[in-house]
Structures are given as C-alpha cells and as structure tokens.
C-alpha cells in the first residue's frame, strides 16, 4: 500500500471489490452478454488508468467513454480493446477521433458525413455505433424515423464507414420496468427499419437495466455506477462498496457555550463541546449541502458535521467520542469498524445521486488503490 500518512485526505479504492461487482453483473446477465466498463469522467471519478488495469482482467469487450480527450488518453495508456464514445463529439474532434480508432456513437446525418469524409482524409476506415433516440431525448436517430434516415448510413457503409454496432440508451431503469419496456419496444422497431443484421453488436441496458431486466442485455451491457459501488436504484441488489473517503484530524479545540463555527456562524455550542477540524472541504468534492446535516465516522463512531463546511476544512463534534487525537483518520464514505457511510447516504444528504459524489471527488485528493498488483 502507498504510504499516506502525509496526506490530509485521500480517496481509497477496493480494486478486488471492483472486480466482484463486475462479476455480479455478468452473473447477472450470463455469458452471452459482453461487458463495456464505462470509463468517463475519469471512471466516474476512481482514476482512468487504475481503474482500466483492473478491468482488462475481466476481458471487457472494450471501454465507453463520453470525450474525445477521454478516449485519446486511454490509448496513451495502451489500451488496445474496442474504445466507444458514446456522447456525440463536436464537429472540430472528429477527426481526431477516427485517427485514434475510436469507435463513435452517431446521432444525426452530419455526424455520419464528417465521419465519413474524416475517414477519407486520414485513410483509415471508421467504426461507427448508430445511436437510437427512444426516449432519453439528448443523442441518437429519433426512433420513429428511422427508415428515413437509412439511405445516409448506406451512403456512408459504401464509401468505407464500418457499422460496428446499434444502441440505445435508457431514461429510467433506476425507477421500474415499464419505460424500460416502451424503450426496447421502440428501438426494436428502430433496428427492423434499418435491417440490422443479426449478429450486430448492439447494446441497451446500463446498471439499472442489467439488473432490473437482464433478458434485455443483448450483446453487450454498458454499465458503470455498480461496478463503482453505487446503487443503480431503489430495489436493485446493492453493490460492494468501492470507494472511501478519509481524512485526518487536523486541529481540535474546546468549546463553550455560545461559540461558533465555520462560515456564517451557523453552528452555536450549547455547552462544553469538544470540536476536532479534518483536513477536508468543499473544495475536495465534499458537497458544502453536508454542514450541519451529514456526519462522518471516528474510532467507529458517528459524529455530525457542525457549521458551513469550508474549502478546505470540516469542523465535527467529537463531544461523544473520548481519545479523539490529532493525525486520526476519519472516515465521510466506507466504513470504520461496524459503522458504514456510503455514498447513495451522502448523496441524499446532499440533494443528489451516488453519480455526481463520485465525479465530484476532486483531483486534489490522491487515489490509494488496494489489491491492485504491485500494491
Ligand atoms: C454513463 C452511461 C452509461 C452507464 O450508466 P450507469 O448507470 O452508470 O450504469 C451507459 N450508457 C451511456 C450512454 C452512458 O452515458
């Protein structure tokens, strides 16, 4: 294990609980089912590169990322698998994207040109996955018409454009079957005005799809929350958690009746306190919505955050918690002996979703992998 003991706070990662995830979900879906990792935004947040080497050991069909830049770096990193880029790039990253090998999601007719006379400039063929808009409403062919935009595709297929695969992406698997259904109901009339050959590659479901309807899979899931430790919805088996959140006691006090804490002097003692300051803020990701509302474990013990959390800076009671010391290691996500904070807890705290806790982590924090070779 990297040595921290300088840090302040840091992220801590469970490489082999990375992987179980992984595994339950290709249980899940069985064997006929590929795996896409998604890895954007700096695989939600966990490290690209650490997390990447942690998944070739599971064989994924290829990786997802949302950006030119994303995918670009993870050919840096010598990845030589399938990379998808699911988010439609703006017209300047095109060709750039094809030079590289990317594979790319295509919404519109003008995407299909500028792959097509992208692949022409830098002579090499593109691999394009037609995106089907049956709901989610920001990318892909609208559904209903895609009849009438095939006659571009075969355009493009003839002047050496490769349709590599067909998904759609769904907008409320993390609340119930029915949507789900109307979804695949639509793209599956989408993929018979097209004629899409039987042995396409083609992809729908994400964590809450897969686990919610996993005869839905098809050829291959794109999922990431689960693999990450988040709850892909309510009702949905839960994942092992992936990702902690520490940081040290850097300053404590005593405080009396009447004093204040933090940014607004928000938060007042009643009586004698015993307040410690961690080495964490806003400013690391920890959402400001927390001051006064969330807490965090000490020694295996619960203690509220009290007053604005500030850039840099946490302020707790410690009064219910004896031997507290400077340089201990507190926890805001994971666990500390039997108490546990996970991140869908912090996230409803804070208004929000598991997701943006998670990408929200910022890069001032070191990621610590554990149980990753040659740690
Ligand atoms: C991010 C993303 C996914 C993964 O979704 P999870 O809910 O994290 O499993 C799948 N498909 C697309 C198009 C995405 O953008």
Redesign the pocket.
Known sequence: MLTNSRDRAWVEIQADALLRNASVLQQVVGPGSEL?P?V?ANA?GLGLSATVRTLEAINPWGF?V?TLSEGLELRRLGVTCPILV??PLPPASTELAVEAGLQL?ISNPESLRLVTSAAERVGRAADIHI?IDTGIGR?GFNWKDAGSWKRYLDDAIKLGVRWAGS?T?LHS??EGHDTVLEQWTRFQEALRQLDVPDNMLVHVV?????LRLPELAASAI???????G?S?GVGLPDPEPVVSVRARVVHMRQAHAGDTVGYGATYRAESNEHWASLGIGYGDGIPRLLGNRGSILIHGCRAPIIGRISMDVTVVNISEIPNVSLGDIATLIGSDKDEQITVDEIAEQADTIG?EILTGLSPRLPRIWKGLDGQ
Do not use: P, Q
């Not at 994400?206 to 897969?210: F, L, P, R, T, V």
């Not at 999922?223 to 990450?228: S, V």
């Open positions: 896409i998604m954007k939600y997802g949302a699911v988010s999601g995106e990318a998904y992406h698997a993390d994400n964590s809450a799809g897969a794109r999922t990431g929350i689960f693999l990450y988040g892909a997701y």
